[in-house]
């Protein structure tokens, strides 16, 4: 089975113009830690996002450095392909003049956390495995590659020390793609 990084297309910083979230987004990335593959319990459904226009029609966006942000209809098509792999937590979308764009927004809580990163395949800068735990990640990891056996048979997750990287199985890819969701690119992982 083949295995993609799935990424928003355009990603919609926090820091430009295009987007504000409110609470104040550190604030957020403190209360919410979205990484570490736990059910949030005391998610505030008041939390929104200002966006331009333009990114109001599509499926997913980025928000922040790792919160994907599902349209309804997203939501429902990753539901019927894992239903235990992401929790959907409400959110909301606004123009810059405060016109409500979208009420059925998510924020994808990846719940299915893998230490799936071949040590033996995957290559790091200096070879250092080093994992950082103020960033939550693997120092400096420049290609990665998969572990069949950490995988298994996973549709859905986020790699273990690098919380950045959101995995699809090929299965769920060639799903998305044949609904027509707006807003992703796939980009194939090796798996070993």
């Known amino acids: 089975m083949h295995y993609f990084r ?3 297309a355009s ?3 926090a820091s430009g113009n295009q987007l504000r979230i409110l609470p ?12 570490d593959g736990k059910l949030v319990s005391d998610w505030n459904p008041d939390v929104y996002a200002f966006i331009h226009q333009d990114g109001k029609d599509r499926d997913v966006v980025a928000v922040m450095n790792a919160w994907q ?3 309804k209809r997203l939501r429902s098509l990753v539901e019927s392909q894992d239903s ?3 929790q959907f937590l ?3 979308l606004r123009t810059i003049f405060g016109d409500a764009i979208h009420s059925e927004y998510y924020v994808a809580n990846y719940l299915h956390l893998i230490d799936a990163l071949s040590r033996e395949e995957s290559t790091v800068a200096d070879g250092d495995w080093t994992y950082d735990v ?3 990640a693997f120092a400096f990891l420049k290609s990665p590659v998969l572990s069949r056996n950490a995988v298994a048979d996973a549709k859905i997750f986020r790699v273990f ?9 090929a299965d769920v890819v060639e799903a998305i793609e044949a609904a027509g969701i707006s807003g992703f690119t796939f980009d194939a992982v090796p798996i070993t």
Request: proline content about 13%; aromatic content about 16%.
């Open 6 to 8: 799935a990424k928003p």
């Open 90 to 92: 409400p959110f909301r």
């Open 161 to 169: 020390g690098a919380p950045e990287m959101v995995i699809y199985r």
């Open 84 to 86: 235990t792999a992401v």
């Open 134 to 136: 103020d960033s939550e």
């Open 24 to 35: 104040f987004p550190g604030e957020c990335e403190d209360r919410w830690p979205l990484t």
């Open 11 to 13: 990603w919609v910083g």
């Open 69 to 71: 942000v599902f349209s």
